[in-house]
């Protein structure tokens, strides 16, 4: 009876309302989901203090308890950030706060003498105080997570001072791309007709191709120095590889991840004959800045940044690091990257004729505390950010999933080029270098790792090559 009271409750609810309680309802429910994984996840590193026998020849104790603890402090951090994120936004929702920041967008646009009908105009604004807003209720825990955690566990490598010119930056350059990007998008809209979702997904996909195009060359030397690799041994190993694959390699790049913090990566990127490989100076043992004595008298661009030169060895021998890129370039080779901007490019273009579909519907706007008015950047809010969240999360699961599957597809090509044992001592390596956890909850490793636990990437290595 309770159950049937509620149901005529519901039916009785304006369609604005339902749509409203449901997006809430529904972010709470992922919210309260992700809190249950990571509870899961948070009991296995609290109650996992000793090295597992099946780990003995991989990692020693020491190690082990440093990588517990780190995860359990990341653990701990990402439930309260995650808490204040999930109220923060209900509170914005049930205060109006859209309508409200969309309302002083206006006034602030009148005063430099663009009226209500410069849509595109009080559109900017907005995206501008919504971004401004997110950077400064996201500072305190970005500092934290800096200062505090990594700090703690010897990854952070930035001063207060560099950090701070880093977010600057980071914010100004955002602006440069995002605001002319969205003004275009919009405008697009308004004049595309009919067919607008076609010729807005079209100029989505050139922009993302683009930025991929420019990102490294551009983009990425705003914030890290990137110099070619040296003539020498291991840049000809590279090259002899890449042109085993056939992989149009033009340059070798060694980025200075170190003064940023102590993790490690490797990349490539560019499209068709024009292929670059960039690797963090972490990721090589004779490059890492943690297995060098500073030089005397060293300051200018290294006074940003700590010296934080400790008693271990970090990064991969030469023999290694071909194995890292192996698996990297099998990336390539097997067509991951072009199947990955497929399955986008499709989503996207989906998302977009769903849009021109949901975008005529005043009760998504009404449900939001837009009654009068229906703003084509704040439909797209409304139907990409909250209409489609239960789609979202369903897609992001089937892409964690597919992901984990190229993931050793892309070990098992580096096992074909003879690189298997010293990926698996590369892999080794890198968890160790990056305090990972090789234990994990079941269903939080199925739900959150893009990458295989590393257990299981060491077992397939071993096995025999399976289809």
């Avoid at 149901?7 to 992700?34: M, N, T």
């Avoid at 995002?178 to 809209?189: C, D, F, K, M």
């Avoid at 030169?309 to 099998?330: D, P, R, W, Y």
């Avoid at 956890?437 to 257990?455: E, G, Q, R, T």
Wanted: contains cysteine; aromatic residues 16%; hydrophobic residues 45%.
């Amino acid at each position: 009876a309770a159950m049937a009271l509620s149901g005529d409750l519901w039916a009785e609810l304006p369609a604005e309302r339902r749509i409203f309680c449901s997006v809430l309802l529904f972010s709470w429910a992922v919210y309260l989901w992700e809190a249950f994984l990571a509870h899961r996840q948070r009991r296995v590193y609290r109650t996992t203090t000793h090295v597992p026998q099946e780990l003995g020849q991989i990692m020693d104790s020491e190690t082990f308890e440093k990588s517990r603890l780190y995860q359990l402090d990341k653990s701990t951090f990402s439930f309260w950030s995650g808490l204040y994120s999930e109220v923060e936004g209900t509170m914005i929702l049930l205060c109006g706060g859209i309508p409200f920041l969309w309302k002083l967008s206006g006034q602030i646009s009148g005063r430099a003498g663009f009226g209500p009908e410069y849509e595109i105009v009080q559109s900017l604004v907005f995206l501008l105080l919504a971004t401004l807003f997110s950077a400064v209720t996201g500072l305190p825990w970005s500092l934290y997570n800096t200062f505090v955690i990594e700090e703690k566990h010897g990854f952070n490598q930035q001063t207060l001072g560099f950090f701070f010119k880093d977010a600057i930056k980071k914010f100004v350059v955002t602006q440069c791309i995002l605001l002319p990007v969205t003004s275009l998008l919009l405008y697009i809209i308004k004049i595309g007709g009919d067919y607008f979702f076609i010729y807005a997904w079209l100029f989505t996909l050139v922009v993302s191709l683009v930025l991929v195009t420019i990102y490294a060359d551009y983009i990425a030397p705003l914030f890290d120095k990137f110099i070619p690799l040296p003539e020498g041994e291991l840049k000809q190993q590279i090259e002899t590889m890449a042109k085993s694959i056939d992989f149009p390699l033009t340059k070798v790049y060694v980025v200075e991840g170190s003064k940023r913090s102590s993790h490690s990566n490797a990349y490539f990127y560019g499209f068709f004959k024009n292929k670059r490989i960039v690797l963090f100076d972490t990721l090589l043992e004779e490059y890492s800045a943690l297995n060098k004595e500073p030089a005397e008298g060293e300051d200018g661009e290294n006074e940003e940044t700590k010296s934080k030169t400790k008693n271990k060895k970090q990064g991969c021998k030469n023999e290694e690091v071909l194995a890292v890129l192996g698996h990297e370039l099998g990336h390539w080779k097997l067509g991951h990257t072009v199947k990955n901007i497929i399955i986008s490019q499709m989503n996207s273009f989906l998302c977009f004729f769903l849009f021109a579909v949901l975008i005529g519907q005043k009760e998504l706007f009404a449900a939001f505390g837009f009654y009068d008015t229906q703003p084509t950047l704040i439909g797209l809010m409304i139907i990409f950010q909250f209409i489609f969240s239960p789609y979202n999360e369903v897609l992001s699961f089937c892409l964690t999933v597919l992901s984990r599957r190229f993931e050793f597809q892309a070990d098992a090509f580096a096992k074909e080029l003879g690189k298997a044992k010293d990926l698996y001592s590369a892999l080794i390596k890198l968890n160790k270098d990056n305090l990972g956890f090789p234990v994990s909850d079941w269903i939080f490793s199925m739900w959150h790792y893009s990458h295989p636990p590393l257990l299981e990437r060491l077992q397939a290595l071993k096995d025999a090559k399976q289809e």
